[in-house]
Structure formats: C-alpha cells, structure tokens
C-alpha cells in the first residue's frame, strides 16, 4: 500500500506561480513511476506531468516550457513547480503512484485556481 499525501495548491492571479507538493509513505521501495494529473469541472482527468523511475519526465503539450516536475528524499516526495499560470489551469490537482506490480494510487487532490 502506498499514501500520498497533496499540498500545495490555492488561489493565484494569471501569470503567477504555485509549486505542489506530494509525499508518499508506505511500500514507496515498490513505487516506480510518479505523476500529476488534473481534473477541470465538467472535463476528465488528464495526465500533467510525469516522472519515471531513471528520472525521465513528459509533460502535457499545454504545460511544456511553464510545469516542471521533480523528485526528491529517495524518491518518496515528487513536486510540480508551476509558473506562468492561466485561468484554463485552474482544476484539482492529483498526484499518482505506480507500483512496479503495476498498481497505482492516488491522493486526495489539491485545489488550483488561477483567476483575476
């Protein structure tokens, strides 16, 4: 079993900057990849951003060059530092883990708004 645990998130003006946080517990030995994905109202999930086991990322073409990801404390805390924000990012945020037995978790979501 794994826990993760999201923080981070709030209310910021277009052009702004949030950095989340997301700390896994547990079996995190057994975790292999990490990620963040977002849920606007109305609109499905959708993968962000994503950081495999060798520390290889993909991103969303809709956040490239603005979110980065990264990881940290043995691979037990993952971040996305999120810069230059628009209203259309504005969603609850949530971080996932994957097991190398292929299950995966997630955690309970972050709130982001970004509005005016």
């Known amino acids: 079993q794994v826990q993760l645990v999201e923080s981070g998130g709030g209310y910021v003006q277009p052009g702004g900057s949030l950095r989340l946080s997301c700390a896994a517990s547990?079996?995190?030995?057994?975790?292999?990849?990490m990620g963040w994905y977002r849920q606007a109202p109305g609109k499905q999930r959708e993968l962000v951003a994503h950081i495999a086991s060798g520390d290889s990322t993909n991103y969303a073409d809709s956040v490239k060059g603005r979110f980065t990801i990264s990881r940290a404390n043995a691979k037990n805390t993952v971040y996305l530092q999120m810069n230059s924000l628009k209203p259309e990012d504005t969603a609850v945020y949530y971080c996932?883990?994957?097991?190398?037995?292929?299950?995966?978790?997630w955690g309970q979501g972050t709130q982001v708004t970004v509005s005016s």
């Open positions: 996932n883990a994957e097991q190398t037995s292929g299950n995966d978790y």
């Open positions: 547990g079996s995190i030995f057994s975790i292999n990849a």
